[in-house]
């Protein structure tokens, strides 16, 4: 009798780690709002004027991704930009070098009409970022809500199902 051999192969693709198990929702009693992020993303306070909620999460090659929301007062009679027009404005900000306007739609959150574009920017500093911005007014308010990557579009495609879910899955009480 021979001896019989057992090979096992294994082949090793290149893969992204994504935090999309397990979900963590947050209620935000102050700003009277809830969201669901993935376990293992780190919720910081907000530094920036205006911001009220940060997630952030970085992967085992420590690329960046967060969602900030941003809450202002609504000035009297501003409008929602359209995406061309927010293009436009975020190109002129002095800190940035070039944007590049990779998409834009509409979208709802908590029943909320809400526009949004998906800008490739690269700042005067050297810094880059792929990131969804969300726009939408509610209760007097502009919220401006951020779903950010570092300026690998590899990565940002691979995590923008995650950011944009979150985003949808904020909820007004």
Known sequence: MGRR???IVMLVIGTCTLPVAAKQEIHDTQHRFSITVPDGWTIKPGVASGTIFKAVYRDPKNRLAMITINKQPIRTGEKLPSPAGLHKTLSAMPFVATTRLLDHGNASISGVPV???????EYRTGFSKIERRYLFYRDSYLYLVLATTDADQSYYSSLAPVL???VLSIVFR
């Open 5 to 7: 051999h057992f090979v």
């Open 164 to 166: 944009h879910s979150a």
């Open 115 to 121: 526009v949004w574009i998906v800008l490739a920017t």
